[in-house]
């Protein structure tokens, strides 16, 4: 009798155990949920998300087809009401993606990130020969993003042959802190699970490069249509990822 008792308690704890890991399972593998941070009250200009307009280089160089049908986007949450173009990470180089309709053969891209007292980190970057979504990381050389700090980040477009400005995306990145509970989860998480987990913290940087990571290994995984469609990028889901680009040259003013 003594015996049973415990291979019945034995059994109970097994299957307590199992039972808290699958509530755990089932709440990371809940539905991906984008939950947009509260937005900042101290920004003046609130950002801009896609090139309203498009233009030429030179007078003997057509726009291509691609660049008068798309715009340069960001690929990043916009807040409707006021505008205002805001996400987070919690990396110290986090990943930026766009939208690029321009190639190579004509243009190219300067990447600059302002921080807080208005010191600008400046990089160039080629443009993928082809027109696609690119991501651009700052580079570990760079210094890193500091926690509870708001950045101004811009992405302009300059022709080769003159330097002529061709179109601009600016927006705003925060590095936020990441508590000890949400840090444990990431750890234990799956890809697919730390996904969910960035994205229902608020955290689009990482959530996003996640999920391209993701889609690359699988392309027919849902998080990157999820994430874009949530921010009002419905647009951007099929379009394809180009390995292209990086960030050089730091200079700083």
């Not at 970057?125 to 050389?141: C, F, N, R, Y």
Request: proline content about 6%; some cysteine; charged content about 15%.
């Amino acid at each position: 009798m003594k015996l049973y008792l415990v291979k019945i308690q034995f059994f109970l704890a097994i299957s307590l155990i199992f039972f808290s890991y699958t509530q755990v399972q089932a709440q990371l593998n809940q539905s991906l949920i984008f939950a947009a941070p509260p937005p900042p009250t101290d920004i003046g200009e609130p950002g801009k998300r896609a090139e309203a307009g498009s233009r030429g280089c030179e007078q003997d160089i057509n726009l291509p087809l691609a660049a008068a049908a798309n715009q340069l986007t960001a690929l990043v949450p916009v807040y409707s009401k006021s505008e205002l173009v805001f996400a987070t990470t919690i990396a110290e180089y986090p990943s930026f993606w766009f939208y690029v309709p321009y190639s190579s053969s004509f243009a190219e891209g300067e990447f600059v990130l302002e921080d807080d007292a208005q010191n600008q980190f400046i990089y160039k970057t080629s443009l993928p020969s082809t027109p696609g979504i690119i991501s651009l990381t700052l580079p570990a050389s760079a210094k890193p993003l500091e926690i509870g700090k708001q950045y101004r980040w811009y992405f302009n477009i300059y022709c080769k042959s003159d330097r002529q400005f061709l179109a601009n995306v600016e927006g705003y990145i925060k590095r936020e802190q990441l508590n000890s509970t949400l840090n444990t989860q990431l750890k234990k998480a799956t890809l697919s699970q730390r996904i969910t987990l960035y994205a229902a913290n608020g955290i689009w940087h990482d959530a996003l490069s996640a999920a391209e990571v993701l889609r690359r290994t699988n392309p027919q995984d849902p998080s990157w249509a999820i994430l874009l469609k949530a921010v009002g990028l419905n647009n951007f889901v099929t379009k394809p990822k180009v390995e292209c680009c990086t960030l050089e040259h730091q200079l700083s003013q």
